[in-house]
């Protein structure tokens, strides 16, 4: 099984603005290298066979202009594909549209870095509750489980047992470390230390129901 704590020191994680048609949007951007190649990587982001080895199960069109499903999660339309080097879509969850782009590099000696961003028009009073962690926690438990199935495709982690290693006490662990490296990345971002972290407690509740 992969060891939570380096998976959360392997892990980048940057916050960042952008301003859109619609107004200000904040930008969260995730990215890990892993040991295989573009093309081996790319099919594993993009195949509907392999997406839910790691992630979730999807159903769909998945070519541009057509329209995905994550079970139990979200959905969208595949706006942009570059093979094999990225891809974006829209991503509709809660009634609320947000963007994510996938990019592909190679980081030389076979490896592959693969970094998501998501870009979202998040209002003042929910980031002064949860801060990023709120989509930052659920990105990381994603890059665990690719990080999981790219090392030894060890089933404990299988997103079919997700809900119950997420009650667990390694995942409620787990989603703590990752709640405090969210904090660390908006503390960089020019949030209030404090602050920071008093959002990711609170996210941490929200997820753990603690």
């Given at each position: 099984m992969i060891d939570t704590k380096h998976q959360i020191s392997a892990v980048r994680r940057a916050i960042g603005d952008r301003e859109l048609e619609a107004g200000q949007a904040r930008v969260l951007t995730v990215s890990e290298v892993y040991d295989t190649d573009i093309d081996d990587l790319w099919d594993v982001v993009t195949s509907?066979?392999?997406?839910?080895?790691?992630?979730?199960?999807?159903?769909?069109?998945?070519?541009?202009?057509?329209?995905?499903?994550?079970?139990?999660?979200?959905?969208g339309t595949i706006t942009r594909c570059d093979k094999p080097r990225s891809y974006a879509a829209t991503w509709e969850a809660m009634g609320q549209v947000s963007?994510?782009?996938?990019?592909?590099?190679?980081?030389?000696?076979?490896?592959?870095?693969?970094?998501?961003?998501?870009?979202?028009?998040?209002?003042?009073?929910?980031?002064?509750q949860f801060g990023p962690g709120a989509v930052g926690i659920g990105w990381d438990m994603g890059f665990l489980g690719l990080a999981n199935y790219m090392s030894d495709r060890d089933p404990t982690l299988d997103p079919k047992n997700g809900v119950a290693?997420?009650?667990?006490?390694?995942?409620?662990?787990?989603?703590?470390?990752?709640?405090?490296?969210?904090?660390?990345?908006?503390?960089?971002?020019?949030?209030?230390?404090?602050a920071a972290?008093?959002?990711?407690?609170?996210?941490?509740?929200a997820y753990t129901g603690s």
């Open positions: 509907p066979e392999r997406i839910p080895r790691w992630f979730l199960p999807i159903s769909g069109d998945l070519t541009v202009g057509g329209h995905y499903q994550l079970e139990g999660n979200a959905g963007w994510i782009e996938v990019r592909l590099t190679p980081e030389g000696d076979g490896r592959t870095r693969f970094e998501l961003e998501h870009v979202a028009h998040v209002g003042d009073d929910m980031w002064d290693w997420a009650a667990s006490a390694e995942g409620k662990e787990f989603m703590r470390l990752s709640g405090e490296a969210w904090a660390e990345a908006a503390i960089a971002y020019g949030d209030d230390p404090q972290r008093e959002r990711a407690d609170r996210v941490y509740a």
